[in-house]
């Protein structure tokens, strides 16, 4: 059973929003940074914003910074990741992971420091 499930995706026309949402099943939640990614055909997939256990530190994406706002809720196992002003440049394959280490003081944004991936939800955003 795969721990995470992506929701929220869809088709939106440039300047608009959608609020993804990550659903945690795992045995622990709490203690790990929790981050998106996405993945457009042809491309590889990349970071787009990352949360600390605690929900005190994020981290973005230069490409989405004053766009996106991740943000989390411990006790529903739930990260959310609201978008506005979609560009056509969104359009992905959007991913959740859960980081490989607990506790930490740094927030990873490499695909290898992450585990635990969903399916992905598609976000496809048009001009």
């Known amino acids: 059973q795969v721990p995470v499930v992506e929701s929220g995706g869809g088709l939106v026309q440039a300047g608009g929003s959608l609020r993804l949402s990550c659903a945690y099943s795992?045995?622990?939640?709490?203690?790990?940074?929790m981050g998106w990614f996405r993945q457009a055909p042809g491309k590889e997939r990349e970071f787009v914003a990352a949360?600390?256990?605690?929900?005190?530190?994020?981290d973005y994406a230069d490409s989405v910074k004053g766009r996106f706002t991740i943000s989390r809720d411990n006790v529903k196992k739930t990260v959310y990741l609201q978008m506005n002003s979609l560009k056509p440049e969104d359009t992905a394959v959007y991913y959740c992971?859960?980081?490989?280490?607990?506790?930490?003081?740094?927030?990873?944004?490499?695909?290898?420091?992450?585990?635990?991936w969903g399916q992905g939800t598609q976000v496809t955003v048009s001009s």
């Open positions: 795992g045995r622990s939640f709490f203690g790990y940074t």
């Open positions: 949360i600390s256990w605690t929900a005190g530190r994020t």
């Open positions: 992971a859960s980081s490989r280490s607990s506790f930490s003081s740094i927030i990873a944004t490499t695909t290898r420091d992450y585990e635990n």
